[in-house]
């Protein structure tokens, strides 16, 4: 099953964003550590927690006042564990000009300022703020009138000290630099470069690869831009920081740092140029980041001068793939779940916000300008899983923006996960799950059985052989560690997991149904029967604890002090550890489908189609959920107060709704599964859900995700067209098709025996089988004309298809064939690789090779003569691969060139994105090439295809795997 990588530490110690003020105070807060490795960033979907106009999340601070601000458990950070969240702070509007000061709560407050403001013009900064003990930060109006601010959340830090490459270490806050008093530095001249030891002093060690700093132009004598790089290299043709004319301006910058330590500051104005600099943290240096580290990069224009023209209120798409493969040291950082960017707005007529964003649009903003005024800021973004994201303007007509690609953030690389249905075969299907961590997981069956999966973050490698622990059907299961499990069925007992094995059978209501079982520690759960009785468990036996005269059905216990149950009434009751409280009714005459809480004073219910939440003192009135279903919602799980999904069992719906802490919104993650008998989400990432013929594992609140039907038969081709659309086909000729990470199986072709498949787009395949051939519309496959006999090639792209059989060639534009020249090789043909109509390349046997111009072939020169060929893969008319003699070789345009340190035991074919990335089969399995070595990845023979760099899918027998 596929399952998310499981969020990491972060930063050990608090983090100040330094501005225009006096000299850096510090600040530190201890948190636990939750991972093994810190400074790793999360981030999240963008979302306003703080908007003093509408009195949202805090008052107006006055002149010289402050106030305070909840972070932990708003705007998706969790409630616990952060040391620090990344924000755009926005001074909206203000009688006089001042700064903003940032910083966590119950620390002093700094001399500094975070965002410096003029009178009565909205300004907008990125800072980077330590959250206080409580969980709140603090922010100061050093301005004398009072000032309305916005505070929209980004990003995360959780608390941590490990020393990941790529992972993020703050520093006390040390102003290197302040020219307007002749500190480190005179003011900049025109043109002018400022040359900084940024590593090996300040306590950033020699070696970090980026330093962080807040930087300012103050009242600069001429409009420009501020550009940062490491000393000794280039100077690239991008800007991290546009001033205008006399406007003093503020931004955060990650800087690469040269291997001597030092980074340069040039000015690209006409005038002289007073800074400001304040290091406030640095990236630990290595090859190959973890999950969540940064990587920086040779700064890349995604969209350059004079900008993207973007209409008022419209959204445009920014691509990364221009910026595909992105490489550090040589290595490629498969998986990027966000990037750093800088967004700067060219100088409009208007005045306007723009935001940058991924998924759901959130009413958020990154960049505030002003008429005339050039202005830019830097953004961490997510990405979506196309590599792509989303640019929105509010101003009242067409303005122009440019985006700078300053690094990512690493989101894993090539690791495989199973992603079949794992059925415990007793032919009942599987009834409930309950998955207490990303690692952990115990599922139940109709037929008494039980089985439990473990693993590592990133995979479960471990799955146990059902066991028969009970005589009848287990209804559900409960499990508050992965070292304790209690599972009852319909006759009236309970079975407990102890980290081994499972028990005999427990007497806990003989003859009764029990339908829900919910515990909060090993010695504490409560369960129901049909008939409304609820019954305790103290880590011994069970006894009758309250009898509801109401089917009782929603029953969910945090803690061994807190339960909540449901009933059929639409009354729910609170368990404080010794007695229950009288019913209360938060539903009218509407049933209680489920309940599920994530902790005693953050708890859910659902109703048909709506949802009431408990926040440990009342309930607030229903919501509606809009699953655009008249079915019950009886399927819910909250993995943190801020993380609900909610969907739907025993139906054929497909969507879920996911409880962002204020508002219900669409899940990036569909179920993909008909009939869903169960749902468990460990935290706010990972959810995993079942129904009759197995378990399935997804990212519920991440980009990637889907499920994958397991087969009978064994697959035996695949093709993808991108890293969300594959097709494969069993020995029967039966279809899976992947849709956006959701697969289905589709009638296949009237004739059986396809040996060959093909697919240009995903509304376009072709199937040869022995003396036939069939073709896909997207919808339905039907008969096509016959093409080559005994065809043994077959390549299509979004218009047409190459055929190539013993002897002939020919070329099928979706509805007849047209028979051409056939390639001039002296041996068998091998396999053919077509990216248009006009460029395929065929190879034979013997290694030999021509290439197709949509006229005519022509011989391409052979990288020697007379070896073992294997597949020939495509990605640009001036990029192939194909294994020649136990070797990757690359086809650059004109000839071939083998691909250094690339040989690979055994290895029979391999597919290349780029010089830096080849994935390639043996019967030992999959293995990965990084741009040094191979490294097997996936132990099992399995036919591969990679539609994109770091995006691959396999297949091997009845299973299914996603690498990424």
């Known amino acids: 099953m596929q399952i998310s990588r499981q969020r990491v530490a972060a930063v050990a110690t608090a983090v100040m964003v330094v501005g225009l003020g006096g000299a850096a105070a510090s600040s530190s807060a201890s948190a636990a550590v939750l991972g093994s490795s810190g400074g790793s960033y999360v981030p999240v979907q963008p979302a306003r927690i703080v908007d003093t106009r509408s009195r949202l999340g805090a008052r107006t601070p006055s002149g010289h006042g402050t106030v305070r601000i909840a972070i932990d458990g708003h705007g998706g950070v969790p ?409 009852v069925d319909d006759g009236g007992y309970a079975t407990n997991w102890n980290g081994t094995a499972w028990s005999a059978p427990l007497a806990v209501d003989p003859g009764a149904a029990l339908s829900l079982v919910s515990c909060g520690s090993p010695t504490s759960c409560m369960a129901a029967t049909t008939t409304g009785v609820l019954l305790a468990f103290d880590g011994v036996g069970w006894s009758t604890s309250l009898t509801t005269g109401a089917r009782v059905t929603g029953l969910s216990c945090p803690t061994s002090s807190f339960c909540v149950a449901g009933d059929g009434s639409g009354r729910v009751r609170i368990f404080n550890g010794m007695t229950w409280a009288p019913a209360v009714n938060i539903a009218g005459s509407t049933a209680i489908q489920a309940v599920s809480c994530a902790s005693a004073a953050a708890c859910t219910a659902t109703t048909n189609r709506a949802a009431i939440q408990y926040n440990g003192t009342s309930w607030a009135s229903p919501v509606a959920v809009p699953l655009g279903s008249s ?76 499920t994958y039907n397991d087969r009978t038969n064994s697959m035996t081709t695949l093709s993808c067209v991108s890293s969300t659309w594959c097709m494969a086909l069993d020995n029967t000729g039966v279809v899976v098709v992947d849709h956006a990470g959701a697969w289905k199986v589709i009638p296949g072709p009237t004739n059986l025996g396809v040996t060959t498949l093909s697919c240009g787009s995903p509304t376009f395949c072709v199937g040869v089988g022995y003396n036939s051939y069939s073709v896909f519309n997207g919808v339905s496959w039907s008969a096509a004309a016959l093409g080559p006999t005994s065809t043994v090639a077959l390549s299509c792209e979004a218009t047409g298809c190459m055929a190539l059989g013993t002897t002939t060639a020919a070329w099928f534009n979706g509805t007849s064939w047209r028979t051409l020249p056939s390639p001039a090789l002296e041996e068998a043909y091998q396999s053919v690789s077509c990216v248009s109509a006009t460029f395929c390349l065929a190879m034979d046997s013997a290694s030999q090779s021509e290439r197709w111009t949509g006229s005519k072939w022509i011989v391409v020169t052979p990288p020697s003569s007379n070896q073992s060929a294997g597949r020939v893969s495509c990605v640009s008319i001036t990029f192939c691969s194909a294994v020649i003699n136990r070797a990757v070789q690359l086809f650059t345009g004109t000839g071939w060139h083998p691909l250094a340190n690339a040989a690979l035991s055994g290895v029979s074919t391999a597919q290349c994105t780029s010089s830096t990335f080849c994935v390639g089969s043996s019967f030992d399995g999959v293995s990965v090439y990084s741009g040094r070595q191979w490294a097997l990845t996936l132990p099992v023979d399995a036919i591969v295809d990679c539609p994109a760099a770091g995006r691959c899918i396999a297949v091997s027998g009845t299973s299914g795997f996603v690498g990424k």
């Not at 470069?193 to 004598?221: E, I, N, Q, Y």
């Not at 989101?411 to 990303?438: F, K, M, N, Y």
């Not at 009939?675 to 460990?682: A, D, I, N, R, V």
């Open 79 to 487: 409630a616990s564990g952060v040391e620090a969240v990344a924000v755009t702070l926005t001074a909206e509007s203000s009688g006089a000009g001042g700064n903003l000061t940032a910083y966590a709560d119950g620390t002093a407050r700094p001399g500094t300022s975070t965002l410096d403001f003029s009178k009565a013009v909205a300004t907008a900064g990125a800072a980077v703020i330590a959250v206080g003990r409580d969980g709140d930060i603090d922010i100061h109006n050093g301005g004398s009138a009072a000032t309305t601010i916005r505070v929209d959340v980004s990003g995360y830090y959780l608390a941590g000290t490990g020393t990941q490459a790529g992972g993020y270490a703050p520093v006390t806050p040390t102003r290197l630099v302040d020219t307007r008093i002749g500190k480190g530095a005179r003011p900049l001249t025109a043109h002018g470069t400022l040359r900084l030891t940024a590593a090996g002093a300040h306590s950033v060690p020699a070696g970090a690869s980026t330093v962080v700093m807040t930087v300012a132009a103050a009242t600069p004598a001429n409009s420009g831009h501020l550009v940062a790089f490491a000393d000794g290299t280039a100077r690239p043709s991008v800007n991290e920081l546009a001033f205008t004319k006399g406007v003093t301006r503020t931004n955060l910058l990650m800087a690469p740092v040269a291997a001597n330590g030092k980074v340069d500051l040039y000015n690209d104005s006409s005038g002289a140029l007073n800074l400001v600099v304040d290091i406030v943290g640095y990236v630990r240096t290595g090859s190959t980041p973890a999950v969540g580290g940064y990587v920086p990069i040779t700064p890349l224009t995604l969209i350059g001068p004079p900008g993207a023209a973007v209409a008022g209120g419209t959204v445009t798409d920014v691509s990364l793939r221009s910026a595909a493969p992105l490489v550090h040291n040589g290595v490629v950082d498969a998986g990027i779940s966000a990037v750093v960017v800088n967004l700067t707005e060219e100088s409009s007529d208007f005045s306007g916000a723009a935001r940058l964003y991924s998924g759901p649009a959130p009413s958020t903003s990154n960049l505030d300008f002003t008429a005339g005024r050039s202005v830019g800021d830097t953004v961490i973004v997510p990405v979506s899983a196309s590599s792509q994201f989303k640019l929105f303007s509010s101003a009242p007509d067409e303005t122009r923006f440019s985006i700078d690609l300053l690094g990512y953030i690493t989101g894993g690389r090539l690791t495989w996960t199973t992603s079949a249905g794992v059925d415990p075969q007793h032919g009942e299907g599987v009834t409930a799950i309950s998955c207490p961590t990303p690692h952990f997981c115990a599922a139940v069956d109709g037929s008494g059985s039980a089985l439990e999966f473990k693993g590592p973050a990133d995979r479960f490698a471990t799955i146990a052989r059902p066991q028969v622990v009970s005589a009848t059907r287990l209804s559900a299961v409960s499990c508050p560690t992965d070292q304790f499990c209690a599972a």
């Open 631 to 706: 079915t019950l919602l009886t399927l819910l799980s909250c993995g943190s107060p801020t993380f609900c999904v909610a969907g739907v069992i025993g139906d054929s719906v497909r969507e879920s709704e996911v409880w962002t802490g204020t508002t219900w919104e669409e899940s990036p993650f569909a179920f993909g599964l008909e009939q869903p008998t169960g749902l468990s989400c460990s935290d706010a990432d990972d959810c995993i859900v079942s129904n009759y013929d197995g378990v399935y594992g997804g990212r519920v609140g991440g980009l990637d995700g889907g």
